[in-house]
């Protein structure tokens, strides 16, 4: 189980992306702030490129294989997790009518009462 | 106006504008000193995103599940704090005044305010319109041995809500929008 | 990260600490979404987490000759935001959230999120001591060990495996009160 809780919770702490506009303004700033030199010549490394062909491929096998075992685990995580938030609104809802309920009682008395009083006159 | 001041004017006007506009989210504390004191506590917090997975799991078939997945529809969130105590008087209306301080902001308009001396209960219920449309509910129930906060965000549609009559027991309102109270107007 | 990848930003790195902006603005291409995540998970909020970032990546800027490798930038980037985060909640009494806006934006969207869970980590988080907090992070939004944690940290290992082992402890506790009520549900 604690693989499990481990697991999701990577899954929710992946990093988001700050909002667009905020990601430029800092871009801009923190470039404004650098002096400019003279480029050097960039290399490219063209050895590089089978072994991230061979790496990207193997990655993605390993992925493929994964993924069959973590959905079924999801499956599983995500239905016990809508479960408790239909229980939760429910008792919410019930609740909330309940207390409603404790106004209507209330209103009701007094308009009985009222009308007791307007009928003696 | 000169052009230069033009903008300076938007800018300076941006903060109370959006001040301005209503926002029926209510801050609503932990009580944890209560919580510990509590016989009985109900902490229920509902996003969007927990509202729409619970959507999901309500059964359309169940008449029950399908009235409370119309009324959930427009909603944004549902927050509950109820504490339920083992004696009388166990916590203080200084406790739950932080909360009614707020729904004294612009935007509130309390709806119903009761007393019973039978069930020693009071009830403040509190809406927030805007564009003749409910967009949040507040409900402060105070007992002697229990309290009850209920803040609900979103388009309310108290017609749904009241057809939920017999389902939870929920009574008929008799609610019209239009005749919303002024501030303090209703008692 | 394949080595390969490594390889180019450690190239970026050296023209960045020559002077090279266009260098300097694939770093904080490549480092910012790790840093707003840790300052907004630590921080709470998105107008402190955007402060924090930028403060973070303007000391950077100072600090580039002192930065041996991408694989080090991380680790500085890390620590400072971190140790800033820590510092500013010691003056605050706790994590805050303000608005529903502010919260969705708080956790990973994709397809597999689960908002009970988030609502559970969330909660947690706000009860965490600022030291736990970053532990939790570094270790799950990171993906740092123990030992990387404790040198990023300055604090001792035991320590570390103690803050997690409790984190964990807790969310186990959160899943177990679900379960409790799923069975409860499944009966009726």
């Keep these: 189980m604690s693989q499990e809780i481990e697991s999701r919770m990577r899954a929710a702490l992946r990093p988001v992306a700050p909002p667009e ?15 400019t030199l003279p480029k050097p010549r960039r290399i490219f490394s063209e050895s590089a490129r089978p072994l991230m062909w061979w790496l990207t491929a193997s990655l993605a096998a390993c992925l ?58 | 106006m000169k052009k230069r001041s033009l903008p300076i004017f938007l800018v300076l006007l941006a903060p109370a504008l959006a001040w301005a506009a209503p926002n029926p989210k209510l801050a609503i504390p932990e009580f944890t000193g209560l919580a510990q004191k509590a016989t009985e506590s109900v902490t229920i917090t509902l996003d969007p995103a927990l509202l729409a997975m619970a959507g999901r799991f309500l059964d359309g078939n169940d008449p029950q599940d399908a009235a409370t997945q119309e009324i959930i529809k427009g909603l944004r969130g549902i927050y509950v704090r109820s504490f339920t105590f083992d004696k009388d008087s166990a916590y203080q209306q200084a406790d739950i005044d932080a909360v009614r301080a707020q729904l004294a902001a612009p935007g509130w308009n309390r709806l119903v305010e009761t007393h019973s001396r039978k069930t020693r209960a009071n009830v403040d219920i509190y809406i927030m319109v805007d564009n003749n449309q409910a967009i949040g509910l507040a409900l402060i129930a105070s007992e002697p041995r229990q309290f009850t906060i209920v803040n609900i965000i979103g388009a309310i549609d108290l017609d749904k809500l009241h057809k939920l009559e017999g389902q939870f027991g929920v009574p008929k309102l008799d609610i019209d929008l239009s005749k919303t109270p002024a501030p303090g107007a209703q008692k | 990260m394949s080595d390969g990848s490594l390889d180019l930003l450690d190239d970026e790195l050296a023209k960045a600490r020559s002077g090279e902006r266009t260098a300097l603005a694939v770093l904080v291409q490549a480092h910012q979404r790790a840093v707003y995540s840790l300052a907004l998970r630590m921080l709470g909020t998105r107008d402190l987490a955007e402060d924090l970032t930028q403060d973070v990546f303007m000391q950077l800027n100072g600090n580039l000759g002192t930065i041996e490798s991408n694989k080090h930038l991380g680790f500085w980037l890390r620590r400072v935001t971190t140790n800033r985060a820590i510092d500013q909640l010691r003056r605050r009494s706790r994590l805050q959230m303000t608005s529903l806006e502010d919260e969705q934006a708080f956790f990973s969207t994709e397809d597999d999120a689960d908002p009970m869970l988030q609502r559970h980590l969330r909660e947690l988080l706000a009860d965490l001591s600022p030291p736990a907090r970053a532990v939790l992070l570094l270790r799950y939004q990171e993906d740092l060990d123990p030992a990387d944690i404790a040198q990023t940290l300055d604090m001792p290992i035991n320590t570390v495996k103690s803050h997690l082992k409790r984190s964990l402890e807790s969310m186990r506790e959160k899943s177990v009160g679900m379960q409790s009520a799923r069975c409860e549900d499944s009966s009726t």
């Design chain 1, 21 to 35: 506009d905020f990601s430029q303004k800092l871009l801009a700033r923190v470039i404004a702030d650098r002096p």
């Design chain 1, 64 to 121: 493929i294989l994964a993924v069959g075992v973590q959905r079924h685990l999801e499956q599983q995580r995500l239905q016990q997790s809508g479960l408790e938030a239909r229980r939760e609104v429910v008792e919410a809802l019930r609740l909330t009518s309940q207390k409603l309920n404790l106004a209507y009682e209330a209103v009701k008395n007094q308009s009985t009462s009222l009308g007791d009083e307007e009928s003696g006159v």
